[in-house]
C-alpha cells in the first residue's frame, strides 16, 4: 500500500509559479512511476506529466510542455512539480498518482495507476 500527500498548492497570479510536492509512505519508492493529473471543475482528470523510476524519463502533456517540470528525490520520497507561466486554464486540483509501470500509454492513462493522493488546490488568476 502507497499512500501519497499532495501539498503546495495556492492561489497565484498569471505569469506566476507554483511548486508542488507529492510524498509518498513506502520504503520502495524508486520502484514506482510517478504522474501528476489535474481535473478542473466540470471536467475530466488530465494527464500532466509523469517522471519514471530513477527520473531517466519524463513524460509531458503538451499543455504544460515547456512551462512544467517533474523531479523526483528519492531519498525524500519525494516528486515535484515545478510550474511556471501558470495561466488562468491552469486552474485546477492537481494529484500524484503511482504505478510500478512505465510507457507512455500507461503513465498518460488514470487507469494506469494504483494509488491516489487527494489533491492540492491550484487557483491562478487573471
Known amino acids: 500500500q502507497v499512500q501519497l500527500v499532495e501539498s503546495g498548492g495556492g492561489l497565484v497570479q498569471a505569469g506566476g509559479s507554483l511548486r508542488l510536492s507529492c510524498a509518498a509512505s513506502?520504503?520502495?519508492?524508486?520502484?514506482?512511476?510517478i504522474g501528476w493529473f489535474r481535473q478542473a471543475p466540470g471536467k475530466e482528470r488530465e494527464f500532466v506529466g509523469a517522471?519514471?523510476?530513477?527520473?531517466?524519463?519524463?513524460y509531458y502533456a503538451d499543455s504544460v510542455k515547456g512551462r512544467f517540470t517533474i523531479s523526483r528525490d528519492n531519498a525524500k520520497n519525494t516528486v515535484y512539480l515545478q510550474m511556471n507561466s501558470l495561466q488562468p486554464e491552469d486552474t485546477a486540483i492537481y494529484l500524484c498518482a503511482a504505478t510500478s509501470l512505465w510507457s507512455p500509454t500507461i503513465v498518460t492513462q488514470t487507469s494506469g495507476y494504483t494509488y491516489w493522493g487527494q489533491g492540492t488546490q491550484v487557483t491562478v488568476s487573471s
Open positions: 517522471i519514471s523510476w530513477l527520473a531517466a524519463n519524463m
Open positions: 513506502t520504503r520502495t519508492f524508486g520502484n514506482y512511476v
